[in-house]
C-alpha cells in the first residue's frame, strides 16, 4: 500500500495562532488527498477532500475559510488551522487512495494539535 | 447516505483465542467497498482487510478474516489465535461516492494474556 507522512507529529500552539499540517504521499501519486479529524474516543470524521491542482471540497459543518487546504502537487497536501481556538484540539489524520478495484485509503501517522 | 453500525463498544479476549467485532451497514449503492482498520494508541491507522459488494468470496488475510453477509447487510471482522499485540481500536467503513469514507464508532478489543 501507500506510505504516507505527516508532519508534524504534535503540536501545541496558543490561541489565535495558525498552524500548518503537511500530508505527504511518499511513493505514490496521490490526484487527490482526504483530511480527517478525530475527538478522542470517538470515530474518524471526513473534513474535506483535497484535489490536486483545483479547490478542495469541503464535507458539510466544516468551515472553509478555518482550515485551509491546498493541495499544490502530486505528493503533498497541507491543511492550515487559522486562528485556532481550543475546541480545535484534535487528531488530524491524512489519506491517500490507492485506486484499482479496492481503492483502498491508506493514512499518515496523524497529528495531534492542541489549543492553549 | 451510507451508514456503519459498531455494536460492541468493548470486547475482551484470551490470547489465542477467536473474536469476531461485528459491523453492519446501510446503503442504498449496488457496488460499494467495506473495510477494516486497526488504531492502535499510537493514532495510526492500519489497513486490514478489504471485501468488494460483488465479491463472492470472503476476504482473508492472514489471521483476519471478514464474514460477508450481504443479505444481512453485515461485515464482521474475525481474529483467529489472538495476540495481544491485537489490543487496539479497531474500525469498520464503507467507501461511498467519491471514494469517500463513512466509518463505524469503533470497538476496542483488549487481549489478555
Known amino acids: 500500500g501507500a506510505v504516507v507522512s505527516q508532519h508534524p507529529s504534535r503540536v501545541i500552539c496558543k490561541s489565535g495562532t495558525s498552524v500548518k499540517i503537511e500530508c505527504r504521499s511518499l511513493d505514490f501519486q496521490a490526484t487527490t488527498m482526504f483530511w480527517y479529524r478525530q475527538f478522542p474516543k470517538q470515530s474518524l470524521m471526513l473534513m474535506a477532500t483535497?484535489?490536486?491542482?483545483?479547490?478542495?471540497?469541503?464535507e458539510q459543518g466544516v468551515e472553509k475559510d478555518k482550515f485551509l487546504i491546498n493541495h499544490a502537487s502530486l505528493t503533498l497536501s497541507t491543511l492550515t488551522v487559522t486562528s485556532a481556538h481550543p475546541e480545535d484540539s484534535s487528531f488530524y489524520i491524512c489519506s491517500v487512495h490507492s485506486g484499482g478495484a479496492s481503492d483502498t485509503q491508506y493514512f499518515g501517522p496523524g497529528t495531534r494539535l492542541t489549543v492553549l | 447516505a451510507q451508514k456503519i453500525t459498531q455494536t460492541q463498544p468493548g470486547m475482551f479476549v484470551q490470547e489465542k483465542e477467536a473474536v469476531t467485532l461485528d459491523c453492519t451497514y446501510d446503503t442504498s449503492d449496488q457496488s460499494y467497498g467495506l473495510f477494516w482498520y486497526k488504531q492502535p494508541s499510537s493514532g495510526e491507522m492500519i489497513f486490514l482487510i478489504y471485501?468488494?459488494?460483488?465479491?463472492?468470496q470472503n476476504a482473508t488475510e492472514g489471521r483476519y478474516s471478514l464474514n460477508f453477509q450481504k443479505a444481512r447487510k453485515s461485515a464482521n471482522l474475525v481474529i483467529s489465535a489472538s495476540q495481544l499485540g491485537d489490543s487496539a481500536m479497531y474500525f469498520c467503513a464503507m467507501r461511498g461516492g467519491y471514494s469517500t469514507l463513512t466509518f463505524g464508532k469503533g470497538t476496542m478489543l483488549l487481549v489478555s494474556p
Open positions: 483535497s484535489n490536486e491542482g483545483s479547490k478542495a471540497t469541503y
Open positions: 471485501q468488494g459488494s460483488y465479491d463472492e
